[in-house]
């Protein structure tokens, strides 16, 4: 039962993320993009820290300076900086395919900066889905999406954070570290405000579709982390990739996206390499235990 609960928690947080990247999208239709992301933060910040003020899960903590904590901060900015930006100029479809990469990038990441052994099979999923992406993003060819780099870059970032997450300290609360890398991107917000310029005679749409985003990205992960927490990872895992059908869907239904070959394909070619990824995690797990 607790399995089913933990798959049904999953599956709903990657609708609710795949609704923050809709909101966001509609905000930016009236908001320039650092407003969107100073905004979205500040929220999610005080959202946070009510929760935590509700629970008494102390925010403030001397842990905040540990250089792992630090570095982990530094990745939800570059995260944010991507996705923000990336999802205001980029068509959702090719956003939901191309963010499909970070489990790929984790493991990727895992291998060369945590000394994990990766197989020659897990190498080639790896492999193969940097291709699935070069497909959708298909530089310098007709079709090309100059700021869906920028999405490959927030991918990077998002892989960076959860391979960081790993080595912050034990006694650091979830929720705390979540404030924390919230509160991060408020002044990287503010700053690319800076540089873009805001436009406060128009946004009060934007506004609203902030403050959705805000609620449901905030919703997602708190769903993901308890899913995370009744039930293994190998098993709930797999299920991040419905956000690829959620976006996608969500595009084509509400902003009228129609996406071409090649970003199926690509999008395709991440999801069974993500998905071996982690069937051979679960085998090699099972086959240690």
């Not at 005080?46 to 001397?62: C, D, E, N, T, W």
């Not at 190998?234 to 956000?243: E, H, K, W």
């Not at 509400?254 to 998905?275: F, N, Q, Y």
Request: net charge positive; charged share 10%; glycine share 10%.
């Amino acid at each position: 039962m607790l399995v089913l609960r933990a798959i049904l928690f999953m599956t709903a947080s990657m609708a609710c993320l795949a609704l923050s990247d809709l909101f966001i999208k509609l905000a930016a239709h009236s908001l320039p993009p650092g407003q969107v992301m100073f905004f979205l933060s500040l929220g999610g910040t005080l959202l946070f820290m009510l929760v935590a003020a509700v629970r008494r899960i102390p925010v403030f903590s001397p842990a905040f300076w540990h250089p792992t904590v630090m570095w982990r901060n530094g990745a939800e900015i570059l995260a944010a900086l991507g996705m923000v930006t990336g999802i205001a100029w980029t068509p959702l479809p090719m956003v939901a395919a191309i963010m499909q990469t970070t489990p790929l990038l984790v493991t990727l990441g895992a291998a060369l900066f945590l000394g994990e052994t990766v197989g020659w099979r897990r190498w080639a999923a790896i492999f193969a889905g940097l291709v699935g992406m070069l497909l959708v993003i298909r530089p310098g060819m007709a079709g090309f999406e100059p700021a869906a780099l920028l999405v490959a870059m927030g991918a990077c970032g998002l892989a960076a954070r959860d391979l960081l997450t790993r080595r912050v300290p034990d006694a650091v609360n979830s929720l705390t570290l979540s404030t924390w890398g919230f509160a991060a991107t408020v002044p990287a917000g503010l700053v690319l405000m800076l540089i873009m310029g805001p436009d406060w005679s128009t946004g009060g749409a934007g506004f609203g579709h902030v403050a959705v985003a805000v609620l449901v990205t905030t919703t997602g992960y708190y769903l993901v982390t308890t899913a995370m927490r009744l039930a293994p990872a190998a098993i709930v895992s797999p299920f991040r990739y419905s956000r690829l059908v959620f976006t996608m869907g969500l595009g084509v239904i509400v902003l009228g996206d129609r996406p071409d070959t090649l970003t199926l394909v690509g999008a395709a070619i991440i999801l069974a390499s993500g998905l071996y990824t982690f069937y051979r995690e679960h085998r090699l797990a099972m086959a240690a235990a």
